[in-house]
C-alpha cells in the first residue's frame, strides 16, 4: 500500500492518521468479537466498559511496572487487585484462619500464573523434601500450560485420564502419585469442557501426603464467585476448601479486563515468598521481580483496577447473570436438537459441544464450518472428543436466540447432506 513498505522500515516517519488508517485495512479479515459471533479469546461486556479499559489503559502506555518505587500508585493497584481477588476466592472463610496470610501477585495471564504455580512446588519439593526429580499429578483435561511448565522447569507430568463425565479421576490420580510427587492440580473449571473437578477430594489427597495442590481457576475465579451468589453453582472450587495451597484467577477473562492481567494467590506468605526471583549476582545491582517478565506493562494492571471498580459486586453480578443465561439458552438448544450433544456435565459457561457420540448425527467440525458460513460464528474446534469449544460470555446473551436458530438449520442440512469437513485441524494457539 502506498508508503508502507512490507517489512522495511519506512525511511521517512509517516502521519499518524495515516498509520491508524493502514491498521484499520490490516484488521478488516479479523474476527467481529463484538457483534457476539466469537465464541474464544475475547471477553465483551459492552462498549461502555470497553471505554474504559482503553482509557484507563492509555493513562499507563508508556509507564513500567518493574519498578514500582518508581511508580508507586502501580504498586498500590496491584495490591488492591491482590487484596479484592483474596476476598472473591474465599480467603475469609478459610479453615483456621481468615485468610490474612494469603499472598499473591500479579502475572501477564493464566499461562504465567500456571507456570508460577509450578514452580514454586517445584522450588518447595526441593528445599522441604529434598525432592530431585519432582512431578506433578493432573487430569488430562488441565490446561496445555502445565506442559510448557513442565517443560521449562523439568517437573513430570503425570497426566491421568478424566472420568467419562470429564472430571478429574481423584482414586486414578491418587494411584498416579509418589514420594516425588510435589503438586495435585485441579481445574474450575477446566478448560475444555468446562468441568469444576472435585476439588475438596484432590486437595485432601494432597493435605493427606503434605504435598501441594493448586486450583486453576484462570477461567472461574472471576466468575464462579458470582454464579455462586446467584445460586447457578455450589460446588467448593475455592481457597477455603481445606489442603488448597494455590488459585490462580484471570482477571483478563470473566474479570472483562483488557488482556495481560491475570492474579495468583498461596496460602501464605511462605509459599508466597517462593515466587519472586532476586540477584544480586550481575552488575546492575540488587534485582528483584515477583514473575516471570522483567519490565512489565502498567496498562493491563490500570485497566484491571479500573475495570473491577467500575464494574463492582451488582456490576460483576449482572454480567455472570447474562452470560449463565446465554450459556443455558444455548446448552438447552443443544441437548434438545436431535444429533447435536454436550461433552461431560459442564458447570459454568464453558462448554464442549458437537455431534452425538451415538446415533445419527452431523459431522462436529462440517457443523463448525457450516455455523462460520452462516452465521459467521466461530467455536475453536478441540479433540478427542471432535468438538467445537464454547466461552459464553456477557455480550453473548442478545445472538444466543440467533445462534439457536442457526443451530437448528444448520443441523438439519447436516443430518440430511451427511456432509463432513475436509479439514480435521484443532489447532488452538499459534502454530
Ligand atoms: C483453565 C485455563 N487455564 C489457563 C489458561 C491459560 O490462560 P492464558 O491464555 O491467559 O495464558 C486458560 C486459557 O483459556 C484456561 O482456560
Redesign the pocket.
Known amino acids: 500500500m502506498d508508503g508502507f513498505p512490507d517489512n522495511r522500515l519506512p525511511a521517512h516517519g509517516l502521519d499518524a492518521d495515516a498509520v491508524l488508517d493502514r491498521m484499520e485495512v490490516l484488521r478488516a479479515d479479523d474476527r467481529d468479537w463484538r457483534g457476539g459471533r466469537v465464541f474464544s479469546l475475547v471477553y465483551n461486556a459492552g462498549d461502555d466498559v470497553l471505554d474504559l479499559l482503553e482509557r484507563a489503559s492509555n493513562l499507563y502506555s508508556a509507564e513500567n511496572a518493574l519498578n514500582t518505587m518508581v511508580f508507586p500508585s502501580l504498586g498500590w493497584m496491584q495490591n488492591d487487585i491482590v487484596t479484592i481477588t483474596t476476598g472473591l476466592l474465599g480467603a475469609d472463610r478459610m479453615p483456621g484462619d481468615e485468610g490474612g496470610g494469603v499472598g499473591g501477585f500479579l502475572t501477564s ?4 500464573s ?1 507456570l508460577q504455580a509450578t514452580k514454586t512446588a517445584r522450588d518447595w519439593g526441593r528445599a522441604e523434601r529434598g525432592t530431585g526429580r519432582p512431578n506433578m499429578v493432573l487430569a488430562t483435561s488441565a ?1 496445555a ?1 502445565f506442559e510448557k511448565a513442565s517443560h521449562y522447569f523439568d517437573v513430570e507430568s503425570r497426566r491421568v485420564p478424566v472420568r467419562g463425565d470429564f472430571a478429574a479421576d481423584v482414586d486414578a490420580m491418587a494411584d498416579a502419585m509418589d514420594d516425588d510427587t510435589v503438586l495435585v492440580v485441579g ?1 474450575a473449571p ?2 475444555p469442557q468446562g468441568v469444576i473437578d472435585p476439588i475438596p477430594e484432590l486437595a485432601g489427597l494432597a493435605a493427606e501426603r503434605g504435598i501441594l495442590c493448586h486450583v ?1 481457576a ?2 472461574g475465579g472471576f466468575i464462579l464467585p458470582f454464579l455462586g451468589r446467584l445460586g447457578h453453582v455450589t460446588k467448593a472450587w475455592d481457597l477455603a476448601v481445606p489442603g488448597v495451597s494455590s488459585i490462580s484467577a ?1 482477571l ?1 477473562k470473566y474479570g472483562y479486563a483488557s488482556k495481560g492481567v ?1 492474579v495468583i494467590l498461596y496460602r501464605d506468605r511462605a509459599l508466597a515468598g517462593l515466587q519472586p526471583f532476586i540477584t544480586t549476582n550481575w552488575l546492575g545491582g540488587l534485582y528483584g521481580s515477583p514473575s516471570m517478565a522483567g519490565t512489565r506493562p502498567a496498562g493491563p494492571i490500570a485497566a484491571g483496577w479500573a475495570v473491577l471498580h467500575y464494574l463492582g459486586e451488582d456490576g460483576y453480578l449482572r454480567l455472570a447473570e447474562d452470560a449463565h443465561q446465554a450459556a443455558t439458552a444455548i446448552k438447552s438448544a443443544i441437548v434438545r436438537i436431535p444429533g447435536l450433544a454436550i461433552r461431560g456435565a459442564p458447570d459454568a459457561t464453558v462448554f464442549a459441544f458437537g455431534g452425538a457420540l451415538e446415533g445419527a448425527a452431523p459431522d462436529t467440525f462440517a457443523l463448525g464450518d457450516a455455523l462460520a458460513e452462516r452465521g459467521g460464528w466461530f467455536f475453536d474446534r478441540q479433540s478427542p472428543p471432535d468438538s467445537l469449544h464454547a466461552t459464553v460470555h456477557a455480550g453473548h446473551r442478545a445472538v444466543a436466540d440467533q445462534l439457536v436458530a442457526d443451530l437448528d438449520a444448520v443441523t438439519g442440512e447436516l443430518l440430511s447432506s451427511g456432509a463432513r469437513a475436509k479439514d480435521r485441524g484443532t489447532t488452538y494457539g499459534t502454530i
Open positions: 495471564g493464566g499461562t504465567e500456571l490446561h500450560a481445574s477446566s478448560y486453576d484462570c477461567l484471570d483478563h491475570s
